[in-house]
C-alpha cells in the first residue's frame, strides 16, 4: 500500500471509530430510556484491488456499520402503576400518533417501551407520546374484535345486571337450637305450629267399664278393662310429614301410655276428661285409626284439621303474618341473607331463616315485608326440603327451585332460581345446633363507575368499577416479525415496518407482565469498555495518520 493508500485507510479508521463512539454515546445517553434498544457497531474492510497473488495484496480501508440489537429484552423490572406493561418474550405494542386519534387507518408504529398512563380523553399513551392500539371486545358476549384501534377507555358506568340465580351452601343441624328450644322438653326443637295454624279439638268415645252404672277409667286403669278396646287392637296415628305411628294394646296397656304416645307428637296434646274420653287437639291435620278383631260398637276414627287463624280463611304453612312473626323467629333459625338487584340495580337485602316440621323435614322462608304488621305476610317460603338419614338432599330432587316473583318491601327482583345443590346443602349433626358453613352468591350487581385499569397476563385491558365487579375491554396488540433487525429506528424507542422486515404477525402468543416495564438493554459498564477500545483506535488511526504525513514531508523534502 502507498502512503496515499496508508492516508486513505487511517481517514476511514477515523470515520469509522467516529460511527461507533456516536453509536456508544448514544446507547449511554439512552441507558434509562424505557424499552430502549442499544446500537452495536459492525467493521467491515474493504479490500483495494491488487495483484492475483497473495504477496502482492495489502491491507484495505474499513467500513463501520450499525448493527441492531432488537432481539436482546432489557431487564424487566417492577412498577407501580396498573397501566405499566412489559412483554415477555419477543415481541412489540402496536402503537400510534397523535395524528393516527384521527385516522381511519391509524399508522402503525411499534415498540417495547410500555410505560402507558391514561390521559385525560381515556388514551393509552406512553412517556414518547404514542398511543397503544387494540381490539375491542364486546362486554355482552367477550368476543374479540378483528381490527386494531387506538385504546381508548370509557368512563361509561357499567350497566346493572339483574339477579337471576342464588347459589346457596349450608350444613343444617339435625336439632336446631332455636329461641325456643329446650332440651327437657320433648319437640321443642320444631316450628311453633301456632304460627299457621289454630288446633281442631275432638273426643274419643267414652272409656269405661261396661257396667252399670258405668264408671269412667283413670290413666292408670288398662285399655283392654275398657269396652272399647281389647287386647290385640292397634291405633294408627297419622301426623302429617310425619310418619305413621303404630300404637299396639295388649293386656297390660294403660290409658296414660296413650296419653303419653299421643303428646309425644309434635303439635298434638292429650288429655283424659272426668267422663272417660280422650281429649285430642292437633295444630296439624292427624288421623288416628282404630283396628280390631272384635269391633266394638262404634271405632276409633277420628280426622283433626288443622284451622285457620282467621274465620272463612285457610291454613297457609307458605306464609307466616306480622302477627305471629316473633312466634316463628323463635322456633326457626338463621339461614343468611344474600342482596339481590333488579333491573335498574336497586338493592334489595334478603334475610331468610329454617324451621324444622317435622324429622328430616325443613323449610326455608324469605323476610318479604319486615315493616308488615297485623295479618300482613312477613314471611315467605322459598321450598320445603327433606333430607335421607344420611343428612343428603333428597327433595327436591333436582336441588333446584325456582321463585316466582321474589318481592320484598314492595321491591321486585323478578324470578329467582334458588341453586341448593344435592352436595352443598346437607344435614349432618353437629353440637352448635345452627346452620353452618354457610355461603350464598348470587349473579346480580348494581351499576358501577369505573375506578381503575389493569393489564392481565393474556394482554386483556381490564376496567376495574365500584361496584366491584371488572369487565375486559380491549386485548393489546402483540406484533412480531420475521426479521425485526429490519425495522425502521423513530423518536421515542419506536420502529416502522420496512420492506425487509416482512409483515407484522398478531399471533405470536407473547405474554405480558403487568405493573412492569422493561429497561434499555445499553449497559454502562459495557459500553464504557467499548469506549474504551474506540478511543484506543480512533488515537491509533491518528498516529498512522501522522505518520504517513511525515513520511509524505520527507518525500517532498527530497525534491526541494
Known amino acids: 500500500m502507498s502512503i496515499y493508500g496508508a492516508i486513505n485507510a487511517a481517514t476511514t479508521g477515523l470515520e469509522a471509530q467516529s460511527t461507533a463512539l456516536e453509536n456508544i454515546s448514544g446507547n449511554v445517553a439512552n441507558s434509562s430510556t424505557t424499552g430502549y434498544k442499544r446500537l452495536d457497531t459492525s467493521f467491515s474492510d474493504l479490500v483495494a484491488s491488487s495483484g492475483n497473488n497473495q504477496s502482492e495484496q495489502v491491507a484495505g480501508t474499513v467500513m463501520a456499520s450499525s448493527r441492531a440489537t432488537n432481539y436482546l429484552a432489557g431487564d424487566i423490572t417492577s412498577a407501580d402503576s396498573n397501566t405499566y406493561m412489559a412483554i415477555n418474550g419477543s415481541g412489540y405494542f402496536l402503537v400510534t400518533n397523535n395524528d393516527g386519534l384521527t385516522q381511519q387507518t391509524p399508522e402503525s408504529y411499534y415498540t417495547r417501551a410500555g410505560d402507558f398512563v391514561m390521559d385525560t380523553e381515556g388514551y393509552l399513551v406512553n412517556s414518547a407520546g404514542y398511543f397503544l392500539q387494540g381490539y375491542p371486545i364486546n362486554p355482552a358476549t367477550g368476543a374479540v374484535g378483528d381490527q386494531s384501534e387506538p385504546i381508548q377507555i370509557s368512563d361509561t358506568p357499567m350497566p346493572a345486571e339483574a339477579s337471576t340465580e342464588v347459589e346457596y351452601q349450608a350444613n343444617l343441624p339435625s336439632t336446631p337450637t332455636t329461641g325456643n328450644y329446650d332440651e327437657e322438653i320433648e319437640n321443642s326443637q320444631y316450628v311453633d305450629l301456632g304460627v299457621f295454624s289454630d288446633p281442631d279439638t275432638q273426643t274419643t268415645p267414652a272409656l269405661n267399664d261396661g257396667m252399670v252404672p258405668p264408671v269412667a277409667l283413670t290413666a292408670t286403669d288398662k285399655l283392654a278393662d275398657s269396652t272399647q278396646f281389647i287386647a290385640g287392637d292397634t291405633l294408627t296415628l297419622s301426623l302429617n310429614l310425619n310418619d305413621d305411628v303404630t300404637f299396639d294394646i295388649d293386656a297390660d296397656t294403660t290409658v296414660q301410655e296413650l296419653l303419653d304416645q299421643l303428646n309425644s307428637m309434635h303439635g298434638v296434646t292429650a288429655e283424659l276428661t272426668s267422663t272417660g274420653e280422650i281429649s285430642i287437639s292437633s295444630f296439624d291435620d292427624l288421623q288416628v285409626t282404630q283396628a280390631s278383631a272384635t269391633p ?17 280463611g285457610t291454613v297457609d304453612r307458605t306464609v307466616v ?31 331468610m331463616r329454617w324451621a324444622l316440621n317435622a324429622e328430616n323435614n325443613w323449610t326455608l322462608y324469605y323476610n318479604t315485608d319486615p315493616s308488615a304488621s297485623g295479618d300482613e305476610v312477613a314471611w315467605e317460603a322459598i321450598s320445603d326440603m327433606t333430607f335421607d338419614a344420611g343428612g343428603r338432599l333428597i327433595t327436591p330432587a333436582s336441588g333446584v327451585v325456582d321463585v316466582t316473583d321474589l318481592e320484598v318491601n314492595g321491591v321486585s327482583a323478578g324470578d329467582i332460581s334458588f341453586n341448593f345443590g344435592l352436595d352443598t346443602l346437607t344435614q349432618y349433626e353437629d353440637t352448635i345446633g345452627t346452620a353452618t358453613s354457610i355461603d350464598v352468591e348470587q349473579d346480580g350487581y348494581p351499576s358501577g363507575a369505573l375506578q381503575d385499569i389493569m393489564v392481565d397476563a393474556e394482554g386483556n385491558v381490564i376496567g376495574m368499577y365500584s361496584n366491584d365487579k371488572s369487565q375486559q375491554l380491549f386485548k393489546v396488540a402483540i406484533a412480531t416479525f420475521s426479521a425485526e433487525q429490519e425495522l425502521q429506528r423513530v423518536d421515542g424507542a419506536a420502529f416502522s415496518a420496512t420492506s425487509t422486515s416482512g409483515e407484522p404477525d398478531f399471533d405470536s402468543g407473547a405474554t405480558i407482565r403487568s405493573n412492569a416495564l422493561e429497561s434499555s438493554n445499553a449497559d454502562i459498564a459495557e459500553e464504557f469498555s467499548k469506549l474504551i477500545i474506540t478511543q484506543q483506535a480512533y488515537s491509533a488511526n491518528s498516529k498512522v495518520l501522522s505518520t504517513a504525513n511525515e513520511m509524505l514531508d520527507t518525500v517532498l523534502n527530497i525534491v526541494r
Open 296 to 312: 266394638p260398637a262404634s271405632l276409633v276414627s277420628m280426622n283433626l284439621t288443622a284451622q285457620p287463624l282467621t274465620a272463612g
Open 321 to 351: 303474618t306480622a302477627d305471629k312473626a316473633d312466634e316463628f323467629i323463635s322456633s326457626s333459625i338463621s339461614g343468611g341473607q344474600v342482596t339481590l338487584y333488579d333491573n335498574n340495580g336497586t338493592a334489595i337485602n334478603v334475610e
